[in-house]
Antibody, heavy 121, light 107 residues
Framework: EVQLVESGGGLVQPGGSLRLTCAAS????????MHWVRQAPGKGLVWVSR????????MYADSVKGRFTISRDNAKNTLYLQMNSLRAEDTAVYYC??????????????WGQGTLVTVSS | DIQMTQSPSSLSASVGDRVTITCRAS??????LAWYQQKPGKAPKRLIY???SLQSGVPFRFSGRGSGTEFTLTISSLQPEDFATYYC?????????FGQGTKLEIK
């Protein structure tokens, strides 16, 4: 069974850092592009970042560029999101998502359960 | 960046009603659009991909149409489990962008 399990969320002060982890099981992470999507409390979905299978092609939303770093360890079947210089507006549930876009190679839709990040003093 | 304007932001309807939600893209995105359903406290679930193709396992009462800049999601006969929030997502270019969401409520 395919599973994505996020962890690492919590309460952090403005300007602080957190590292989110997404542990994949039931499939080999190394062949899939991975995304992070976030959702502020009571608000809509926002795409955050994407990393390709090799980790050498990365994209970010402008709102997190220069502060967040997406990475992966294919040997550990794990995706990461290093979040620095956190702001109140980064408060959200963060989801890791496999592929996000339907394709013949990956027709299914897999999201983690999300991890809540709260940035507050 | 491509902006996705979704309407309406909320919609009140009854079981058995036919409802349509619209997304407009600020630039042409071909058919690079998906529709998601999200229930409270849960991760989103993809309903439609490629603007009009039904995701495996999704009931046939859901349908999508459009290409370029105008897209619609139609639910032909609302069921109690369909009351949720719906989002469109464009993946034609980065940053990928979601619509603001449509909250579908029971009348």
């Amino acid at each position: 069974e395919v599973q994505l399990v996020e962890s690492g969320g919590g309460l952090v002060q403005p300007g602080g850092s957190l590292r989110l982890t997404c542990a994949a099981s039931g499939f080999s992470l190394r062949t899939y592009w991975m995304h992070w999507v976030r959702q502020a409390p009571g608000k809509g979905l926002v795409w955050v970042s994407r990393i390709n299978d090799d980790g050498d092609n990365i994209m970010y939303a402008d709102s997190v560029k220069g502060r967040f770093t997406i990475s992966r360890d294919n040997a550990k079947n794990t995706l990461y999101l290093q979040m620095n210089s956190l702001r109140a507006e980064d408060t959200a549930v963060y989801y890791c998502v496999r592929t996000l876009v339907h394709s013949a190679y990956d027709p299914d839709d897999y999201w983690g359960q999300g991890t809540l990040v709260t940035v507050s003093s | 960046d491509i902006q996705m304007t979704q309407s309406p932001s909320s919609l009140s309807a009854s079981v058995g009603d036919r409802v349509t939600i619209t997304c407009r893209a600020s630039h042409g995105i071909r058919s690079d659009l998906a529709w998601y359903q999200q229930k409270p406290g849960k991760a989103p679930k993809r309903l439609i991909y490629g603007a009009s193709s039904l995701q495996s396992g999704v009931p046939f009462r859901f349908s999508g149409r459009g290409s370029g800049t105008e897209f619609t999601l139609t639910i032909s006969s609302l069921q109690p489990e369909d009351f949720a929030t719906y989002y469109c997502l464009q993946h034609n270019s980065y940053p990928h962008t979601f619509g603001q969401g449509t909250k579908l409520e029971i009348k």
